[in-house]
């Protein structure tokens, strides 16, 4: 049985060599994802940096800590406390310690970290040039060599508490960059003075007297040795990075790995259906249906085991260039690289083996069963009706599709708009679609044909009925294109919708605004007190804060908070409101969301403060759940000492709006600060475009649809060559050389037009599930289709389709017709 395989892949090598070339590519493309997927398990192990030289270090826990009956439960605080003065005190007296501040500054137009210089000892920073920083004005700045400012230089520096007018500052030294920050050095008295909070303290001391010391204050933390790095700005950085790196290549891996199954199987069948003229005769000449069924078995599993293991090899040498772009986009960070696992190799070649096998299962069944005249008589035409057994499975598929949309949009909508959600939807509609294609074939090639068959001329009339003839051929072309468009139109559309909802959502809650100010970082207290005093506005300065909540006595909750005056929020915010009222907010209150699970207004409920205080709040009033921006509103006294970091300010009735304008901007040029308009500030931070979540997407559905692309020209050249005989009848009928080759290009496009039809149904049901999730949450946002992406997408579809049915037919005509037509399988 493998001689015989072996010899009928030697003579049918076009169509053995396409069903290798498919094959093989998907594997890769599992492969490449899985150990890119595989890197993000680990992050590496750093090292201590800020406080590299520091024996001990206290500083304030930054995760809260709650008990429970199912065990110890952790969040992130948003504003953890400082270390208080007392602790200070206490740890000044058992050894040498230095106090550190950070606080955000900008260095000639470059975003910094100020630091007192007595914390520099504790720290990898040595000066390179010049001294240290003492008296008032002088700093030491960070400097790579050869480049930045040098002792001597004057430099303008800005930072909340250092007055206006007072920002010019001599740089009396320099010390080496550490790589992890742009530090800015001050003198401890200004520092102390700019940042009043202790952030830290290095301590030359024995650890556990530190710790006997630092027990006696709540939240405070002793870090010696590895536990260190704790300290230091952003430890979590790397495992958040890993985190978002993996959210997206465990999306590539999902979205990569159905298209591959995907377009596998559909080639190993499409291959298996082409040959019914040879298991015909086959059959005529003995062969029993067994025979025939392990014929085709086994020669898809020499194909199978070859072009798998030659994925992997693909896959394990595109990994790292995966990376690398990944790196480049910057999606991962710098020190981002593929390791040395194994497992995803495995799984992509047993994936790829078994989708081979069970691509030829049922074709090769069916291809045993029928009678030799049937399948002499079935070369020529698609008489055959489509597998009833294929027929329910696509329906099954298609209605599970559809009824868990169902079911989300009506008992959960806001799952509709989760990332896991609106990926996994649209693969099984899709998958119900290419399943039942062979059925919606040649209606919807005739429905698409009516007209190009009545032009003038044979081409039209004879495309449509090539392509409505041979169904199977059609529907293995078409399918490419149907998971192309599928997932072009799907996935930016739903990511696009989704931000353009939010958007809408933002610019409804501040429709009372006319300026908007921050956002991105604590405000300069002398903007926020220079703004409160112009006259004829209302003003109100908010902070972001974070509150957490014990639900079911097992979960804790966190959320984003925002803190803010009631009486100036609701001047200048339109919240979202289905219950309550924003006027009940005080400071024994909190607003909440739908989201929440106690959410009756008047009742109580337990919360931990930013800071991790634990606080009893009356529900005041309750917002809508929307896409899941809507966060907590609390007055500042529960903000646990954060800055404002927003702004938003509306004109009174009468209010000289050109007087407003020039004010805000002369107190925004003069403490640094950024002061827009309503609109503009929504269109800063709340893009149509997606930000990183579409850039990731794009990246991601550029891999699949670059691997569907080669399918499709793949697939055509498999169904051309297959075709030369057809061809050949042609050119004895009269047709010229031009007549055939614009016939082949022709239908070419049809099946084109029909894949793009099937695919723009299944981007369709997706985008209107999406729509009416958002109505269903009172959002009311239009539908964003990724025009741009579906044209580049059809026209490359189109142009791909047309070439590869072309050149094999090109290169068909060069033989005799005569010759042709007269040769045998």
């Known amino acids: 049985m493998l001689s015989s395989a072996l010899r009928s892949m030697r003579t049918r090598w076009v169509t053995f060599v396409g069903s290798f070339v498919a094959l093989a590519l998907g594997v890769g493309l599992i492969a490449m994802t899985g150990l890119a997927l595989a890197a993000t398990f680990d992050a590496p192990r750093r090292a201590p940096e800020r ?3 520091a024996p001990v270090v206290v500083a304030p826990s930054d995760t809260l800590r709650v008990a429970t009956p199912g065990g110890e439960r952790t ?99 320099v010390v080496a960059d550490a790589g992890f920050e742009k530090a800015v050095f001050f003198g401890d008295a200004e520092a102390a003075r700019i940042h009043p909070a202790v952030d830290a303290v290095a301590v030359h001391a024995d650890a556990d007297t530190v710790r006997t010391l630092a027990a006696r204050v709540p939240g405070m933390r002793v870090l010696t040795g590895d536990d260190r790095r704790r300290a230091d700005p952003d430890p979590d950085r790397d495992s958040e990075a890993l985190t978002a790196v993996n959210a997206m290549l465990g999306t590539a891996a999902g979205i990569t790995g159905f298209v591959s199954v995907f377009v596998v199987a559909s080639t190993f069948s499409f291959a298996v259906a082409q040959r019914r003229r040879e298991f015909g005769l086959l059959r005529t000449a003995g062969a029993t249906p067994g025979q025939v069924r392990r014929a085709v078995v086994a020669e898809a599993l020499v194909i199978g085991v070859v072009a798998s293991a030659a994925g992997c ?11 690398g772009r990944l790196v480049d986009e910057g999606f991962a960070p710098a020190w981002f690289a593929v390791g040395d696992a194994t497992w995803p190799l495995h799984t992509a070649f047993w994936t790829g083996l078994c989708v081979a096998l069970a691509g030829v299962a049922v074709a090769s069944r069916r291809a045993g069963r029928v009678r030799p005249v049937e399948a002499l008589r079935e070369a ?306 709340h893009s149509s475009t997606g930000g990183t979540t579409r850039a990731g997407m794009l990246l991601i559905l550029g891999i699949a649809l670059l691997y569907t692309g080669i399918a499709l020209a793949n697939t055509l050249v498999m169904a051309t060559s297959d075709r030369v005989r057809d061809l050949a009848v042609l050119r004895l009928a009269g047709a010229t050389h031009a007549q055939v080759l614009r016939l082949v290009g022709v239908e070419a496009l049809m099946v084109v037009a029909v894949g793009a039809v099937l695919g723009a149904a299944v981007a369709g049901l997706n985008l209107l599930g999406v729509k009416g999730a958002l109505e269903l949450l009172s959002v009311s946002s239009p539908v964003v289709v990724p025009w741009t992406a579906l044209g580049v997408v059809l026209t490359a579809c189109a142009v791909l389709a047309a070439v590869s049915a072309v050149l094999p037919a090109l290169a068909a005509l060069w033989t005799r017709p005569v010759e042709t037509a007269g040769a045998r399988e």
């Open 51 to 53: 406080f590299a030289a």
């Open 75 to 173: 969040a992130k605080l948003a504003v953890p406390r400082p270390v208080p003065a007392s602790l200070v005190t206490g740890l000044a007296g058992l050894g040498r310690a230095a106090e550190d501040r950070t606080f955000p500054v900008d260095l000639a137009g470059d975003a910094a970290v100020g630091h007192p210089w007595s914390i520099a000892a504790a720290t990898p920073y040595r000066l390179v040039a010049g001294r240290a920083p003492g008296a008032e004005g002088e700093v030491a700045v960070t400097a790579s060599a050869g480049r930045g400012p040098r002792p001597g230089d004057r430099v303008r520096v800005t930072a909340p508490g250092i007055p206006a007018g007072t920002g010019v500052r001599t740089v009396v030294g």
């Open 313 to 323: 090899l693909l896959g394990k040498a595109g990994a790292p260039l995966l990376a």
């Open 380 to 685: 020529a035409v698609d008489e055959g009706g489509v597998p009833t057994s294929r027929v329910l499975t696509g329906t099954a598929v298609l209605l599970t599709g559809l009824a868990l949309l169902g079911w989300s949009l009506l008992t959960d909508p806001g799952d509709v708009l989760k990332r896991k959600t609106y990926i996994l939807q649209p693969m099984w509609i899709t998958v119900g679609f290419a399943l039942l294609a062979p059925l919606l074939v040649r209606p919807l090639t005739r429905l698409l044909t009516w007209l190009p068959a009545r032009l003038p001329g044979a081409t039209g009339m004879l495309a449509r009925q090539n392509a409505s003839a041979a169904v199977r051929r059609t529907a293995a072309v078409a399918a490419p294109v149907l998971i192309t468009v599928a997932l072009a139109g799907s996935l930016p559309g739903t990511v696009a919708t989704l931000a353009e909802a939010k958007a809408t959502e933002a610019r409804a809650v501040f429709s009372r605004a006319d300026y908007v100010a921050g956002g991105d970082g604590p405000l300069d207290p002398r903007f926020v007190q220079r703004v409160r005093n112009i006259p004829g506005t209302v003003t109100s300065a908010s902070r972001s804060t974070g509150v957490a909540v014990l639900e079911e006595g097992t979960a804790l909750v966190s959320s984003e908070a925002r803190a803010a005056d009631p009486a100036a929020l609701a001047a200048t915010a339109r919240l979202p409101l289905v219950a309550g009222s924003l006027s009940d907010l005080d400071d024994d209150s909190i607003v909440v969301n739908e989201e929440w699970a106690t959410r009756t207004v008047g009742r109580s409920v337990d919360v931990w403060l930013g800071d991790g205080s634990k606080a009893s709040l009356r529900i005041a009033a309750v917002m809508r759940t929307g896409t899941g921006s809507n966060g907590v509103y609390v007055t500042p006294a529960n903000a646990a000492g954060a800055a404002v970091d927003r702004v938003d300010v509306t004109l009174k009735d009468g209010a000289d709006a050109t007087a407003v304008r020039a004010l805000l901007e002369a107190a925004g040029r003069d403490t640094g600060t950024r002061v827009l308009t309503r609109d503009a500030w929504v269109a800063a931070h």
